[in-house]
């Protein structure tokens, strides 16, 4: 199964500034998807990005709050942009290896913002 | 190394029967588990969870059984139904208070009428 490298691991920022998540797999994938895990553990996907294409972005996330880059099958970036403090949360990124392969999280992002 | 594992990567059980999905860890540390449900183009959703304090958790046609010594935990699902049918993740994590949680890679279960 890949292997996904999250970075950074934590982060206490600013209000107003903001943050760069970045993952990194080890193999090409088509779908990476970034998620919000909140409190109650539950977890809430952000969007997905598809290399070559925009993210598409559930409802609730827009993409001046969240923008996300993915220039190629290995790599993607989650910014979260002039941040507050209920942006506070663990982010994390995911990848599914094909249409019925398994899945792969990323170690998370423990995000606060004061 | 993957701390957590679902060496099952799809499963097929009959409309009616039980569905046995199983987790390992080797992680020690980890005292907090949770299994989600997701649905394609969805994320996931939180289904079950317990705490290693105690052994199982059972809510409506979901039990989740943990065997610490063994560092297994299973989820059992009876009957199973077809709208079952979905990827279902577990995941552990050191605490419950919004900590850092560590998934496994997912089974795919199909439930067949």
């Known amino acids: 199964s890949a292997v996904i490298s999250q970075k950074p691991s934590r982060d206490i920022c600013q209000r107003g500034t903001s943050l760069t998540i970045q993952c990194q797999v080890d193999?090409?994938?088509?779908?990476m998807f970034w998620y919000r895990q909140q409190p109650g553990q539950s977890l809430t996907l952000i969007a997905t990005?598809?290399?070559?294409?925009?993210?598409?972005?559930e409802s609730g996330f827009v993409i001046d709050k969240f923008p996300i880059s993915r220039p190629n099958l290995t790599f993607s970036t989650l910014t979260v942009s002039n941040m507050s403090p209920e942006d506070s949360s663990i982010y994390l990124c995911?990848?599914?290896?094909?249409?019925?392969?398994?899945?792969?999280f990323g170690s998370g992002t423990r995000l606060t913002v004061v | 190394d993957q701390q957590v594992k679902q060496n099952s990567p799809s499963l097929s059980v009959q409309e009616g029967r039980i569905s046995i999905l199983n987790c390992d860890y080797t992680?020690?540390?980890?005292?907090?588990f949770l299994w989600y449900k997701k649905y394609p183009a969805e994320g996931p959703t939180f289904l079950i969870s317990?705490?290693?304090?105690?052994d199982k958790n059972e809510d409506g046609r979901f039990t989740v059984f943990l065997n610490k010594s063994a560092k297994h935990l299973s989820l059992h699902i009876v009957p199973s139904q077809p709208g079952d049918s979905a990827v279902y993740f577990c995941?552990?994590?050191?605490?419950?208070?919004?900590?850092?949680?560590?998934f496994g890679g997912g089974t795919r279960l199909m439930v067949k009428p």
């Open positions: 995911s990848v599914e290896e094909g249409a019925l392969g398994g899945y792969t």
């Open positions: 317990i705490s290693s304090i105690k």
């Open positions: 193999s090409q994938v088509t779908m």
């Open positions: 992680n020690s540390m980890f005292d907090y």
């Open positions: 990005a598809n290399q070559g294409s925009e993210a598409t972005y």
């Open positions: 995941a552990a994590s050191v605490g419950n208070a919004g900590n850092m949680l560590t």
